[in-house]
Structures are given as structure tokens and as C-alpha cells.
């Protein structure tokens, strides 16, 4: 089975906090990404990766950064958190290549609140 | 661009009956994949069913069927038979075929399905 787990479940930081939010998946897969997920806005791609070192901004980098350090871990930081980033953050990997259905799989999710 | 539209934010079923959660898309391109992913009430999103877009035929898991309308760029996820279990948020999502964007996703809002026993 295709695992991806994600850091935390919940977490609670200040605003102006440093935040890591960490992602592992077990199936050697090429492709990261990580979403937002907002009632009434669906998911929004924050960062994706499809190699290791490699990233692209997704559609609101705004207040992100992303490491990929190994193949197996995508990190999410907030380098300053602020109240508009708590948020239900979530995770997901797929193998590389279009030419197939390549679906993504998804971590748990990381709720986090900013106080 | 492209774009995924879900048009009910909110739909509820008596257990046992037949929903259809509605999906549509615009896209220039004539070959992508198209998926409907669940997710339940604090728990992990999961793939529910995909379709190519070259392929004719409708996919079907079990009690999942959709009905793709290529030319109405359509994409409905009908639920037969439904169970408590199947109370979640849908999300139908668009995935391009070509090169560029590594693969991303585009996903709908969402449609919240609740199932009443």
C-alpha cells in the first residue's frame, strides 16, 4: 500500500512562528506536492516538487517555502506564520510521466491554527 | 486554463437510493485524465474512480460509475446502492495529458455528500 503520512495532525503556533510541516511517502514516488484546503475553495497547490532539490511554485506560494532534501520528504515552511495561514494542509505524491494515469496519493492533512 | 466547476456544494441521499454528484470542466487540450477523489470526515482522501479522456467507455468501480460526455465536457460521479460510509466531501479533478505542470491536479470545490439512514 502507498503510504504518505504527514508530521502532525494538529498544531498550534503563533503568529510569527517558524513552521515546519514534513511529509514522507514510502513508495518512491517522483512527484510532491502540497495543497491548502479551505471550505468553499476546495484545494489550491501551494509547491510542488518532481525531483530531488527541485520545486515550483504552485498557485499561492505566497508565505511558503518548500526543502527537498530526499526523495522521500517534502517539507512546508511558513517562515513567519500569520492568522490567514491556518488552514488544512495536505500532502500528496504520484509517480512522474504523463502518459499514464498517475494518480496522486494523499497524506492525512496537518490542521494547523495560528493564534 | 483550465478549470473544474462542482456546482452543488451540498447533496444528501436516503441510504440504499442512487446520487449523481455533478462535475463539469473547461480544457482546450483533447487528451487528460479526469478522477473523483473522497474524502470522509477526518480522514484521508482517496481515489474514488478515473476516466481517460480517449476512452469511450464510461469507468465503473463497484458502485461507482461516471457518465463522461466528452463534447459537453462532463464529468458526473453516479453512487448506486448508497451507504453511511459513503458520507464525505467529492472532489472531481482534471489532470493534463501534455507536458508542463509535471502532473498537477486541478481540482472542483468540492461536493458534500450526506447520507441519511
Known amino acids: 500500500d502507498v503510504k504518505v503520512t504527514q508530521s502532525s495532525r494538529y498544531l498550534v503556533k503563533r503568529t510569527g512562528e517558524k513552521v515546519f510541516l514534513e511529509c514522507v511517502q514510502d513508495m518512491d514516488h517522483e512527484n510532491m506536492f502540497w495543497y491548502r484546503q479551505d471550505p468553499g475553495l476546495g484545494l489550491r497547490l501551494i509547491y510542488f516538487s518532481y525531483d530531488v532539490k527541485m520545486k515550483e511554485k504552485g498557485d499561492i506560494p505566497e508565505g511558503y517555502s518548500v526543502s527537498r532534501e530526499k526523495k522521500e520528504r517534502f517539507s512546508l515552511i511558513l517562515e513567519s506564520a500569520s492568522t490567514n495561514q491556518t488552514s488544512m494542509y495536505l500532502c500528496a505524491s504520484s509517480l512522474a510521466g504523463l502518459a499514464s494515469y498517475n494518480e496522486q496519493f494523499f497524506g492525512p492533512g496537518t490542521r494547523l491554527t495560528v493564534l | 486554463a483550465q478549470t473544474v466547476t462542482q456546482s452543488q456544494p451540498e447533496m444528501s441521499v436516503q441510504e440504499a437510493e442512487t446520487v449523481t454528484l455533478s462535475c463539469t470542466y473547461d480544457?482546450?487540450?483533447?487528451?487528460?485524465?479526469l478522477f473523483w477523489y473522497k474524502q470522509p470526515p477526518s480522514r484521508q482522501m482517496i481515489l474514488v474512480i478515473r476516466q481517460e479522456a480517449y476512452k469511450q467507455q464510461n469507468a465503473t468501480e463497484n458502485r461507482f460509475s461516471v457518465n463522461f460526455q466528452k463534447a459537453a465536457k462532463s464529468f458526473s460521479l453516479k453512487i448506486s446502492d448508497s451507504q453511511l460510509g459513503d458520507a464525505a466531501m467529492y472532489f472531481c479533478a482534471y489532470r493534463t495529458h501534455y507536458g508542463g505542470s509535471q502532473g498537477n491536479l486541478i481540482f472542483g470545490k468540492g461536493t458534500k455528500l450526506s447520507v441519511k439512514p
Open positions: 480544457t482546450s487540450e483533447s487528451d487528460y485524465y
